[in-house]
């Protein structure tokens, strides 16, 4: 398949990165140094991507919450070795998203996503919209990413790892330590990637002005919600509109994260005391989960478990060889999630299952937050906590399911479903 015909070109290459003035250190990139370029899908459009392994050791193209079949899903057996490539076929057969691809090598996955290697991957609408829509001018994607440096301002993943997932002291915003965005509409766009090996994010404005979440990690949410933050787990997506008309001119204005570290200061192109945003609102009219559905029987029990390189689902570690769960492709289920405790109380698995958009039905028998009502591919699981999610798979083959904190993955926190 070498020479088949191809629309894109995503080659894995190492490259390197001035993180800091003065000081280079060496990054993984797709197509470049560092992260890689947005793919762009229409909603219903195919498309053949010739992805190219130039690095010195295996990895996979995983694209992570794109309903493909589990063949071009990239998975960990499907490994590219160095220097060689692989054509896939995409099919953007589910409603516009903002989606990401990454790395998903077995043990390896952790590091070469802390060197570098992610993208934005867009399902987009395939009629004009009323959301602003301009991509990099009112559309723009941000990915948060924490890094930590050794004292060579080296990203040196083996120095610096930590079986609990590394976290980072400095935050990165589309690879870019110290970021500022220029803001060129009153009204904007952002599609929010939580791309952070482990840690999770709880993002808001400086200023306390609100903003409206208007989809989750599959598509748009039944209806905006207002919000004044936003948690989202390693892997979580939000797209999030700012309305900056009617904010105090002289009043700097930024993301920041929970504790109030400022991630990226915006430097706003108007004057927003004058400036008017047209203000943009839907319903769907329909409930997001039906009662019939809600009244479904739980047909399968995961159970995430432990911390550092003793963690499991359902009492085992990853095994390439065993099929852990078995579907019907496009029959709905019930899969009940329970983060068991330990005796130190436990910490927080980001859920994540490949090859489905799925619905979050309830966490601890409660209807989950307004911002949760929206397709979902990964799902934060607290302590003790029992989510309950509808599961479809609309494509056939073998998928992974597994904890998102990327370490806890490698270290085998992952299973597998057969589709059929
Ligand atoms: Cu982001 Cu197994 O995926
Ligand atoms: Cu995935
Ligand atoms: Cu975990």
Wanted: with cysteine; aromatic share 8%.
């Amino acid at each position: 398949e070498e020479n088949a015909e191809f629309d894109y070109e995503v080659i894995a290459q190492e490259g390197t990165t001035p993180f800091f003035e003065g000081v280079s250190t060496q990054t993984f990139g797709y197509n470049g140094d560092l992260l890689g370029p947005t793919l762009r899908l229409k909603e219903g459009e195919t498309v053949r991507v010739k992805v190219r392994n130039e690095l010195n050791e295996p990895t996979t193209f995983h694209w992570h919450g794109l309903e493909v079949p589990g063949s071009a899903d990239g998975g960990p057996s499907d490994e590219i070795q160095p220097g060689e490539s692989k054509v896939v076929t995409l099919k953007a057969d589910q409603p516009a998203a903002t989606l990401w691809y990454h790395p998903h090598p077995h043990e390896l996955t952790a590091k070469q996503v802390f060197k570098g290697l992610a993208g934005m991957l867009y399902v987009e609408e395939a009629d004009a919209s009323e959301l602003p829509d301009e991509y990099g001018v009112d559309d723009i994607p941000l990915i948060f990413q924490d890094r930590l440096f050794n004292d060579k301002r080296q990203l040196d993943y083996e120095e610096l790892m930590n079986n609990d997932g590394t976290v980072g002291d400095v935050s990165l915003v589309n690879g870019t330590l110290n970021p500022k965005l220029t803001v060129e509409k009153p009204q904007m766009r952002f599609r929010v990637l939580n791309g952070a090996n482990a840690r999770n994010y709880t993002l808001r404005l400086s200023n306390g002005a609100k903003f409206k979440q208007i989809a989750s990690d599959g598509g748009m949410l039944d209806e905006p919600v207002e919000m004044e933050e936003i948690t989202l787990s390693a892997s979580e997506r939000a797209e999030i509109l700012v309305d900056f008309s009617g904010m105090d001119g002289d009043e700097p204005v930024s993301i920041v994260d929970g504790d109030g570290t400022v991630l990226l200061p915006f430097d706003l192109a108007f004057d927003p005391e004058s400036a008017e945003a047209e203000p943009s609102s839907w319903e769907s009219g329909e409930p997001f989960v039906t009662e019939e559905e809600k009244a479904m029987p739980v047909s399968k029990k995961i159970e995430l478990f432990g911390m550092m390189e003793m963690v499991t689902i359902n009492g085992k570690k990853f095994d390439p060889d065993r099929i852990d769960l078995r579907q019907e492709k496009g029959v709905p289920e019930v899969w009940e999630v329970y983060n068991k405790p330990d005796m130190m109380g436990g910490m927080i698995h980001p859920f994540h299952i490949h090859g489905t958009q799925f619905k979050i039905i309830s966490r601890d028998g409660k209807e989950p937050a307004p911002n949760e009502r929206g397709l979902k591919d990964s799902v934060l699981v607290e302590p003790g906590e029992r989510v309950k999610l509808l599961v479809t798979f609309p494509e056939e083959g073998v998928y992974m399911y597994h904890c998102h904190i990327l370490e806890h993955e490698d270290n085998g926190m992952m299973g597998q479903v057969e589709v059929y």
